[in-house]
């Protein structure tokens, strides 16, 4: 299912003390951040396919833009005062809401609970045969935080309530309950008037979309960096099948190249067929049958080479894999100048793999 592109992003400069948020108001809850504007930007097409693609692991199928394409409609910075973060308010949580975006906010509180509560069966089965997982917060830290923010945030909008509970019981206990007090704060505000705007004691101004949205997007923000430390601890990436073999069948690729919103390098198989026949190399990670990660290159095997159409499964991102797979391109390779085309914002990423920029540079560009 698709709607019109481009994706639409809401920006934040100054989020969580200096980096850039990108906000996908259309798609409340989805996010991503980066440590400048282009390289939130950089992250925001497989911010798209990770959150169709998380919703669609609970059964709920939803329309994204099918496009790399990205427009900013709004930025509004975070502020400090008195040492807290205010965050932003954009003009379009000013707006009215629906009881089905409600309803759609409580479907997916409950999808990223369940994908906690598992997460954290992972980290304790870790744990038991390791020692506390490095990295950040302990569990039962990150558990309290989670819950804590739940209902910090779900009771923005009424100033009168309180939640009494223990946050400090076990996360299968404490985050349903959390949960529960959060969805009755929500119904009272869908009874009120859905636009009304509040200004809390910090002085940060909330509304009912922006209380959405920064529920979903909260404990997905933990989720991914729960699930990156542990992948680090596992050494999962290590643990991938990296292939060096040919591609001939292109299916698996073009669910990969979506997944990171290159609608257009798939829409003619005929000339992605063609990439591969002429490329002379190609790296591939493999989970199981899921092709995870992808890299190829053009090379005389004696001077020159050119490297392309890197992607990496937005669920296996910021794990490494994507300078692993760049490390078996250049390998044994030491007599070839590479060169490659950095989408802006990710010019840090190759950095640090040894690439450089080159003024000398001349690009003949695509034509179509
Ligand atoms: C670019 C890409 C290949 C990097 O692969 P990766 O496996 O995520 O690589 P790493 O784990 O080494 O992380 C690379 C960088 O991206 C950042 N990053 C990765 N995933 C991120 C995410 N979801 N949100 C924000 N930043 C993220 C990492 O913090 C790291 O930043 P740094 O190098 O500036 O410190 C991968 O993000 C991707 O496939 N992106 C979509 C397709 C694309 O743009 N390809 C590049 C064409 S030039």
Not at 247 to 255: A, D, I, P, Q
């Amino acid at each position: 299912m698709s709607v019109p592109g481009p994706i639409r992003v809401w920006l934040e400069p100054g989020y969580d003390g200096g980096q850039v948020g990108a906000w996908m108001l259309d798609l409340p809850g989805c996010f991503v951040a980066g440590r400048d504007t282009a390289s939130a930007l950089a992250h925001v097409p497989s911010a798209v396919g990770a959150f169709g693609a998380w919703l669609a692991d609970h059964g709920e199928a939803i329309a994204v833009p099918e496009t790399d394409q990205r427009r900013v409609v709004e930025q509004v910075g975070a502020s400090i005062a008195d040492g807290t973060e205010l965050n932003a308010t954009f003009g379009a949580d000013r707006r009215p809401v629906a009881g089905h975006e409600v309803e759609a906010v409580v479907r997916r509180l409950v999808y990223a609970r369940t994908d906690l509560l598992e997460l954290l069966e992972r980290v304790a089965a870790w744990e038991a045969a390791h020692g506390p997982l490095p990295g950040g917060r302990s569990v039962p830290e990150l558990v309290r935080h989670v819950a804590a923010a739940e209902m910090w945030l779900a009771g923005r909008l009424d100033r009168g309530a309180r939640f009494e509970g223990p946050l400090g019981a076990p996360a299968a206990t404490i985050l349903p309950i959390v949960e529960g007090w959060a969805v009755e704060r929500l119904s009272a505000a869908l009874a009120d008037d859905t636009a009304r705007e509040v200004v809390d004691d910090k002085g940060e101004s909330w509304t009912l979309a922006k209380v959405l949205r920064r529920l979903v997007h909260h404990p997905l923000d933990h989720l991914g960096e729960l699930d990156r430390r542990l992948a680090r601890a596992e050494g999962a990436v290590d643990r991938l099948v990296i292939r060096k073999d040919v591609l001939v069948e292109t299916g698996r690729l073009v669910e990969l190249f979506r997944a990171v919103g290159w609608y257009r390098r798939v829409a003619d198989p005929g000339r992605l067929a063609r990439m591969l026949e002429g490329s002379t190399d190609m790296v591939s990670a493999w989970d199981g049958p899921q092709l995870v990660g992808f890299a190829r290159a053009i090379s005389d095997d004696a001077f020159n080479g050119y490297i392309g159409s890197v992607a990496v499964h937005p669920r296996w991102q910021g794990k490494g894999l994507g300078q692993r797979l760049i490390r078996a391109l250049l390998e044994n390779n030491d007599q070839v100048r590479f060169i490659l085309t950095a989408v802006e914002g990710l010019q840090g990423f190759y950095a640090g793999l040894g690439f450089e920029p080159d003024p000398q540079a001349m690009v003949r560009r695509r034509l179509r």
